[in-house]
């Protein structure tokens, strides 16, 4: 199915998200959408996916003018989008998830309704599409089991049995594993030979490279170009696209290294047990020194997570010692981690990192009146429980100064993109730190987003903090770790130095395959 989208405006407020945007995607090809965090990308696939309603503009498909207003209409139309955080009910089964939206739909898009005499065919529906992309999907598991690669394989299966014929993939490669990444890439490719048409949101340049055949460059909700993909030299194209998604040159670090010798233990761990809902950690010795940055590999819920919780005081361990900076840390209250100079920066910003419905502004009240809380339970301060809102404003302008939010001191944190929620999240960190736990820090970010925080990490570590981080990008883990544990169904390598790696040989650990 071609899609034309014919001068599209969308503004929140102020906010002009999309500006006159037009774009072409061929029946049989892969499209991508490049750009900057906050570029406009996802409002414009929303617009596409019913999600959001536009201002202005046309949507045509194979040359027909449709009107979508809901994710239904668009679904009705043919068109499905697979969201960066899956919708879906991890509660319900895969059969049950498989089925969402079926009922309601199914008089519209002319598919039998879920009752007990179908679903036998349903079923074995599911299973064809599994056997026909490769993907290994269980009716009856709970999708909470399910990684979030298996998540969006279920999701992909379920806009196909609804008909859908244009897919739009929002950032679908954070969060998974490289051959879940395999898998979806052949998924991709297969749908386009059968003469789909595919938009794919990226910020990764080798992603989009590897997959599509033509792509749009996004800044500030406008389109900057569009460039053809297949064919292009790989450096030539990676320094043209940088220079249209930023408006100039990135300077990429080199590999990080801490000379470690030199420092203090920071951190050490002994005999650690820590039980999960489903699996134990079992951790022998681990010690982390002054400055130094560690990075934990693992498909997702491979205990990683369980290390970084207790680390941060947020889960009791079942037996062993957590010492930091030689202070025995074990069965401290979280308010202890936290005056010891342990901060916790998670995964999902907006669930667990910042509160929704909080401005910038109010965010960085709650950060003054906790350090003063803290003040107070010294004897010998004589602090106030008043909060000066002029000082914490004028900070909140200096924070997002400085860490070049594009927000104001008014914007509530869940109107930010994610990387400015990112941002907020490490303006909001303690000035002196002492080890810093990072779950996928850089996730769903732009390249230059990400430059910038690893910048900040870095320096920090020079003054002596050191970092735990869990991403899935093992890209990221190689070039920022010095030491790496790699997690394996509650089984932990020993640290292995970062140098001695490649992407490979890391991909064959994280499958078990331990020296
Ligand atoms: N519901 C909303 N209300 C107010 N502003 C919004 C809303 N959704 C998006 N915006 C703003 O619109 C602009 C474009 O955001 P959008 O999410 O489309 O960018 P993006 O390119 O997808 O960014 P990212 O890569 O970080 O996901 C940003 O300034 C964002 O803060």
């Not at 536009?54 to 003018?65: F, P």
């Not at 989008?81 to 009922?103: E, T």
Request: hydrophobic share 40%; net charge neutral; with cysteine.
């Amino acid at each position: 199915m071609k899609v034309e989208l014919s001068h599209i405006y969308k503004s929140f407020g102020n906010v002009k998200a999309n500006q006159d945007i037009s774009m072409t995607v061929e029946a049989g090809s892969v499209y991508g959408i490049l750009g900057e965090n906050g570029a406009g990308k996802s409002t414009l696939s929303k617009v596409l996916s019913g999600f959001i309603t536009k201002d202005a503009g046309k949507i045509l498909l194979d040359g027909i003018e449709v009107d979508i207003k809901t994710p239904a209409d668009a679904i009705c139309a043919g068109i499905g989008m697979l969201h960066q955080d899956p919708l879906d009910f991890p509660s319900l089964s895969v059969f049950d998830n498989f089925m969402a939206g079926r009922s309601t739909l199914s008089k519209k898009i002319g598919r039998k309704r879920v009752n007990t005499n179908n679903r036998h065919d349903l079923i074995k529906e599911l299973r064809q599409l599994c056997a026909a992309f490769g993907f290994d999907l269980h009716p009856s598991d709970r999708l909470s089991n399910l990684t979030v690669g298996e998540r969006q394989q279920l999701e992909i299966l379920r806009l196909l049995s609804l008909g859908v014929k244009t897919l739009i993939l929002d950032e679908p490669t954070t969060g998974i594993s490289a051959s879940q990444k395999k898998a979806l890439f052949t998924a991709v490719k297969q749908l386009a030979s059968e003469g789909k048409s595919i938009i794919f949101v990226s910020h990764k340049l080798e992603d989009v490279e590897e997959l599509c055949d033509r792509l749009m460059v996004m800044r500030q909700g406008q389109v900057i170009g569009e460039a053809e993909v297949k064919g292009r030299d790989s450096a030539e194209l990676a320094s043209s696209l940088v220079e249209m998604m930023f408006g100039h040159d990135l300077a990429i670090p080199a590999k990080h290294s801490t000379s470690i010798e030199q420092t203090a233990p920071a951190l050490v761990i002994q005999d650690l047990q820590i039980d999960g809902d489903r699996l134990s950690l079992q951790i022998d010795k681990l010690t982390v020194q002054s400055g130094e940055i560690i990075g934990l590999a693992g498909l997702e819920g491979n205990g990683q997570q369980l290390l970084l919780l207790a680390c941060a005081g947020l889960l009791k361990p079942k037996s062993g010692k957590i010492c930091l900076n030689d202070l025995d840390m074990t069965n401290r209250a979280y308010r202890n981690f936290l005056k010891s100079g342990i901060a916790y920066l998670p995964a999902d910003r907006l669930q667990d990192g910042l509160i929704r419905g909080l401005s910038i502004h109010e965010h960085f009240m709650l950060r003054q009146s906790n350090a003063k809380s803290n003040l107070e339970s010294n004897p010998k301060s004589h602090a106030g429980f008043l909060i000066n809102w002029s000082d914490t404003r004028k900070y909140t302008h200096q924070a997002i100064e400085t860490f070049n939010i594009r927000g104001k001191p008014s914007t509530r944190v869940e109107k930010l993109s994610g990387g400015n929620q990112q941002r907020t999240q490490i303006s909001l960190l303690p000035d002196q730190l002492s080890l810093l736990l990072m779950e996928q820090p850089t996730r769903g970010l732009d390249i230059e987003s990400t430059l910038w925080i690893w910048k900040q990490m870095m320096e920090r570590c020079e003054q002596g903090m050191s970092i735990l981080f869990i991403s899935s990008d093992l890209d990221e883990i190689l070039q920022y770790s010095d030491r790496i544990l790699v997690f394996c169904g509650g089984r932990v390598s020993q640290p292995i130095d970062a140098k001695t790696l490649t992407v490979d040989k890391l991909g064959q650990a994280i499958g078990g395959k331990f020296d």
